[in-house]
């Protein structure tokens, strides 16, 4: 069973901090590239950051460099992936979700999904 699972998310200050993780088993999800999208209420979903299956390089939106870094480690039977979200803005308030797939900041390259996540920043 395909299961994407992210947690981390919550409700923070302006200027402060949230790290995002996203279990990812039922594949070799290691073979995957891994992205992080969100979607804010009333608006479209949209690209934030992905890494390639290697782990070796990553894409970012241009909203979130020098401030948010995506990481990977790769376990025997899932893939852990996070998000480490600094210097939050209210603007970053939005849903987050895990996505596998190919290496693309287009949602269409992504086949599987997680829930998501909840992040509030408060100013």
């Known amino acids: 069973q395909v299961r994407l699972v992210e947690s981390g998310g919550g409700l923070v200050q302006a200027g402060g901090s949230l790290r995002l993780s996203c279990a990812a088993s039922g594949r070799t999800f290691s073979n995957y590239a891994m992205g992080w999208f969100r979607q804010a209420p009333g608006k479209e979903r949209e690209f934030v950051t992905a890494?390639?299956?290697?782990?070796?390089?990553?894409?970012?939106a241009d909203s979130v460099k020098g401030r948010f870094t995506i990481s990977k480690d790769n376990t025997e039977n899932s893939v852990m992936v996070y998000l480490q979200m600094n210097s939050l803005k209210p603007e970053d308030t939005a849903i987050y979700y895990c996505?596998?797939?190919?290496?693309?900041?287009?949602?269409?390259?992504?086949?599987?999904w997680g829930q998501g996540t909840q992040v509030t920043v408060s100013s």
């Open positions: 996505a596998a797939g190919t290496f693309t900041d287009s949602a269409g390259g992504y086949k599987y």
């Open positions: 890494i390639d299956w290697t782990g070796n390089n990553t894409l970012s």
